[in-house]
């Protein structure tokens, strides 16, 4: 991990940030909460929950179906969002941009409309050892139904993705890659520019899991180089149930649409229905409106704190957090690549990582324990589990010193 701190942070007003964010001021079990599990969802500032609130209180209505001012309005909240997150990550355009319900979705639609249709007995999808299961599990189940295989690329003990072994294996039969952007467990950040360009050498369309990049850094989707690029929105700030597909706009054009229903169609006969054109075309059913209301105004809180001053804050709390953790004794850290984001994954020795989460919630401090949806992960490493503190930009240093006190307290009970 980089050691230095990326520029100086005094202006930024953590106290003023966390003001934005009303659940951050509670307690639990008695204790001012500590909130440590933002790789799982992150809380949502005021902004957001008003622009939900403010939709079902003034505008709720369906989308693109009625043409009553309500419907306009919701229609454009809605396709508001996408304009957003279009500029969000540069996608080129705002066509390109599918809203799904999150990562998940975005991942089994690329599986099933895009590689499913491609595939044939002795081809193959290349992922890694380092992947979400959202990363693994859709390729396992195209790949079954079509007799190609799912390989993964090695990691080093620090947790990097051993890149030259990941090239080599990009081999002819190779007819689809997909590699995190962010390691959910260990925050390693990949070089998914470098990857992309050797995919693109040999003809190899790239999948890019956006999900852990988003909330610390900007995304420019067609400066990386990928093909598709999958991400979620409610570990952004904004409410679940929201997310985007990026794709290259030829991938779109020629993918059959995934589910069926309203809003996807251009006519429909029963000898033969017509289909919007995408995004629409993947986007069937009523969407979650008020959830994209929320997204536009989380990009737009992105935007007002900026992303260097949300980094720099970032690396700040993970270079002190990693330090603090150093000192306990008989604690491992997984994961310590040279680039990574604020994500720690540890065991102390002796101690069970669900123990040690139960009677940190104890202390008012909400990590993640188990196997974070990565048991490839778990089994290169050879555990079961580890605890993980993933950090935002609304925490603080006096809370990671909270937490290390209460670690020490339940390391002390549990030895
Ligand atoms: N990929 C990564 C790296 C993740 O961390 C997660 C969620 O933890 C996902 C995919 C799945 O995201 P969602 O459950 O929002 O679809």
């Given at each position: ?22 659940l951050l001021a ?131 003990q620090r947790g ?222 050879g555990v079961p ?31």
């Open positions: 991990m980089n050691a230095k701190p990326l520029q100086p942070s005094a202006d930024f007003d953590v106290q003023r940030i966390r003001r934005d964010f009303p509670r307690t639990v079990h008695g204790k001012p909460l500590v909130y440590f599990d933002n790789a799982n969802t992150s809380q949502k500032p005021l902004q957001v929950i008003e622009a939900v609130d403010n939709h079902y209180r003034e505008h709720n209505a369906n989308v693109a179906r009625a043409v009553h001012q309500l419907g306009e309005e919701a229609t454009a909240a809605y396709e508001n969002a996408r304009d957003k997150l279009a500029t969000f990550i540069n996608a080129g355009s705002r066509e390109d941009v599918v809203l799904t319900s999150g990562t998940t979705q975005s991942m089994n639609l690329v599986a099933y409309s895009y590689a499913l249709p491609r595939l044939k007995p002795g081809d193959a999808i290349l992922t890694t050892v380092m992947e979400h299961h959202a990363n693994i599990v859709p390729w396992q189940l195209v790949a079954a139904r079509s007799g190609a295989t799912v390989k993964a690329a090695p990691i080093d990097e993705l051993i890149v030259e072994k990941f090239f080599d294996m990009l081999t002819p039969e190779v007819k689809l890659a997909c590699v995190t952007h962010v390691s959910n467990v260990l925050g390693t950040v990949n070089p998914v520019r470098d990857i992309a360009r050797e995919c693109r050498r040999r003809g190899i369309p790239l999948l890019v899991d956006g999900s852990q990049a988003l909330p610390h850094r900007p995304v420019d989707v067609q400066a990386l180089g990928c093909d598709f690029y999958a991400l979620t929105g409610h570990k952004m700030l904004a409410p679940t149930g929201t997310g985007v597909l990026w794709a290259k706009r030829e991938h779109l054009q020629a993918m059959p649409p995934f589910f069926g229903g309203g809003e996807m169609i251009r006519e429909v006969r029963f000898d033969g229905t017509t289909f919007a054109e995408p995004p629409h075309k993947f986007e069937a059913g009523t969407p979650n409106i008020a959830g994209f209301a929320g997204v536009g105004a989380a990009i737009d809180y992105y935007q007002s704190l900026g992303f260097s001053a949300i980094r720099a804050w970032e690396h700040e709390l993970l270079i002190y957090a990693t330090e603090r953790l150093r000192e306990i004794p008989g604690l491992r850290i997984f994961g310590e690549a040279a680039e990574k984001e604020p994500v720690i994954s540890f065991l102390i020795e002796g101690a069970q990582a669900t123990d040690m989460a139960t009677l940190l919630d104890l202390e008012g401090v909400a990590v993640r324990s188990g196997h974070h949806c990565a048991h490839p992960l778990m089994q290169f490493y589990a580890t605890l993980r503190a993933s950090l935002a930009f609304y925490n603080t240093r006096e809370e990671v010193d909270a937490f290390v006190a209460a670690l020490l307290k339940v390391r002390k009970l549990l030895m």
